[in-house]
């Protein structure tokens, strides 16, 4: 049998982590982008998979996150413990959906991110300032701008920028992705249990293809 999902406490924790985190950092905002190959750091926190959407999870002042959701991915909400229990808001936000769906109606981007605080006066008296997590960070020898270039589509960073102010936002990539100080650089228990169980089905899928082997055997006939 598959491993349970984690528990409504294990995200719980996660938060904190990436609250404290924040905190270290003198971040007042959070912002983290997920896609259909970049959705880990989101399904870390809150247990969604965005599919073939864009999705967007903001941490802040506010007493219970956010989830920015494109049409498919409300269906997939109740999947996220914290969503069960109350603990996680969700807006749709239809240009996050696919092309050929409705993509009107519903509040702009820069309204949402704006009714999060972001931009006004944060809760410390001071201008905000936008971590903004996709999947990677650059060094200065990358890029010119270092912790200013964000990896994340421009509409979205845009939006941030336009609020907040370019030098307010900046990339928090790293947070997670960092292999000594990210946040998912340590496995806690239930991942490793999750982590062996994929291995495992990975690596018995491969050996039943070898050992199916045949000469003159097509490719499409090995799995």
């Not at 270290?24 to 959705?39: C, I, K, Q, S």
């Not at 609020?163 to 490793?192: H, Q, W, Y």
Request: aromatic share 8%; with cysteine; proline share 6%.
């Amino acid at each position: 049998d598959s491993p349970p999902v984690p528990p409504l406490a294990e995200f719980e924790r996660r938060l904190a982590l990436a609250c404290a985190a924040m905190e270290r950092r003198g971040f007042t905002h959070l912002v983290v982008y997920g896609d259909r190959e970049h959705f880990a750091n989101i399904a870390w926190l809150t247990n969604l998979d965005p599919r073939f959407e864009e999705m967007v999870f903001v941490l802040g002042p506010a007493s219970r996150p956010l989830v920015i959701v494109g049409n498919e991915c409300e269906g997939y909400l109740p999947f996220s413990p914290l969503y069960r229990a109350g603990g996680l808001r969700s807006e749709r936000f239809p240009t996050f959906s696919l092309l050929s769906q409705p993509r009107d109606g519903g509040r702009t981007l820069r309204e949402i991110l704006a009714g999060e605080n972001i931009g006004a006066a944060s809760r410390i008296g001071a201008a905000s300032r936008i971590g903004c997590a996709g999947w990677k960070y650059f060094s200065t020898a990358e890029d010119a701008a270092g912790r200013l270039a964000l990896d994340v589509p421009s509409f979205i960073a845009d939006a941030l920028r336009d609020l907040a102010g370019r030098e307010n936002v900046e990339n928090a990539s790293d947070l997670f992705m960092c292999p000594e100080k990210g946040l998912r650089a340590t496995a806690s228990a239930l991942e490793i249990a999750r982590f062996e169980y994929t291995n495992i089905q990975a690596a018995e899928a491969v050996k039943r293809m070898l050992l199916g082997l045949r000469p003159g055997l097509r490719d499409h006939d090995v799995f």
